[in-house]
């Protein structure tokens, strides 16, 4: 089967780092995800790791370790309005749809 | 761009009629993906095409559910008939590529009463 770990919840302070983990276990791989989605709102596209390391855009960062099977989403200098719901995704083989991750609630206090 | 379109945003239905979710994908776009999300079962991509052909149904949760995609910017969900556990928030994405990003339209909250 196919699967994706993160987890259920994450809280920080403003000005804060944080990490959200994801793990993977699928029959392939052909790259990594993560979309943002706030209450009520629809995911929004953040990234996309194909191979290992570090990509980074603006305050979000994401990282992919394949032989681990491995990735998270870093996000700095947090802000309130970054909290939201954060999902990992893997497309396990080149044209296959992306498997989804149940999701992060992240909250961000003052 | 005017980023992916849906409609209706809202539609509240009672049980036994046939629901249909609209979606236009952003232009040049070949990919589109229809998902549902509830909080017990979270985000479950339904239907997948690929230059307008249905690649991967396998998620459609039986016969009442059929999608369409006629042409390029047009596609279609249907569920007829419709039941209280269809209730969720429906999402058309589009993808200028099998391997990109998915983009989001804004989704369409049903419910079945």
């Known amino acids: 089967g196919q699967s994706l770990e993160q987890p259920s919840e994450v809280t920080a302070v403003e000005g804060a780092i944080v990490q959200i983990n994801c793990t993977y276990q699928t029959s392939g791989f052909y790259g990594l995800s993560w979309y943002q989605q706030h209450d009520g709102g629809a995911p929004t596209f953040l990234s996309y790791?194909?191979?290992?390391g570090l990509e980074e855009t603006g305050r979000f960062s994401s990282f992919l370790s394949r032989s681990d099977s491995y990735g998270y989403l870093l996000l700095q200098e947090l802000q309130m309005k970054d909290s939201a719901s954060y999902f990992c995704?893997?497309?396990?083989?080149?044209?296959?749809?992306?498997?989804f991750g149940k999701g992060t609630t992240l909250s961000v206090s003052s | 761009d005017a980023g992916v379109i849906q409609s209706p945003r809202h539609e509240v239905t009672e049980m036994g009629q046939e629901v249909t979710l609209r979606c236009k994908p952003i232009s040049g776009h070949n990919s589109l993906f229809w998902y549902r999300q509830t909080m017990m079962r979270g985000l479950e991509l339904l239907i997948y095409?690929?230059?307008?052909?249905?690649?991967?149904d396998s998620g459609m949760p039986e016969d009442r559910f059929s999608a369409k995609m006629p042409n390029a910017s047009f596609s279609t969900l249907k569920i007829q008939p419709s039941e209280p556990r269809d209730s969720a928030v429906y999402f058309c994405a589009s993808s200028p590529g099998r391997d990109f990003g998915q983009y989001f339209g804004p989704g369409t909250r049903l419910t079945v009463t």
């Open positions: 790791n194909a191979l290992d």
């Open positions: 095409f690929n230059n307008n052909v249905p690649i991967d």
């Open positions: 995704a893997v497309r396990g083989q080149a044209g296959t749809a992306l498997i």
